[in-house]
């Protein structure tokens, strides 16, 4: 069984960074497409980045093209966001997700789903 363990998430100004971490353990990482959600209080979960299993391909939310960049570690079973420019909208918890062989544009299809979730870290953006 997988279990994706992320952190670095925390209180930042608006225009701040941060960079999230998403380790995973149990399974062969290097072959499931990792991504990034957020869900804000009040507001449906909604994705934010994502990449592919296979020639790391990216994919990203409108909202997020050009100040987020999501990378992956195949060696260390982690994948990153590097997340800057940081606005008071950008606040929510952020949940790392699993799934196997796919591309980072499919990681996008809410309805999709995931094979798996990690526990979430709360990102607040003050502004």
């Known amino acids: 069984q997988a279990q994706l363990v992320e952190s670095g998430g925390g209180l930042v100004q608006s225009g701040g960074s941060l960079r999230l971490s998403c380790t995973a353990s149990?399974?062969?990482?290097?072959?499931?497409?990792m991504g990034w959600f957020r869900q804000a209080p009040g507001k449906n979960r909604e994705f934010v980045s994502a990449i592919s299993w296979s020639d790391d391909n990216t994919y990203y939310a409108d909202s997020v093209k050009g100040r987020f960049t999501i990378s992956r570690d195949n060696a260390k079973n982690t994948v990153y966001l590097q997340m800057n420019s940081l606005k008071p909208e950008d606040t929510a918890v952020y949940y790392c997700?699993?799934?196997?062989?796919?591309?980072?544009?499919?990681?996008?299809?809410?309805?999709?789903?995931?094979?798996?979730w990690g526990q979430g870290t709360q990102v607040t953006v003050s502004s």
């Open positions: 997700a699993a799934r196997y062989m796919a591309t980072a544009q499919a990681m996008a299809v809410m309805s999709l789903g995931a094979d798996y």
């Open positions: 149990g399974r062969i990482f290097s072959t499931y497409a």
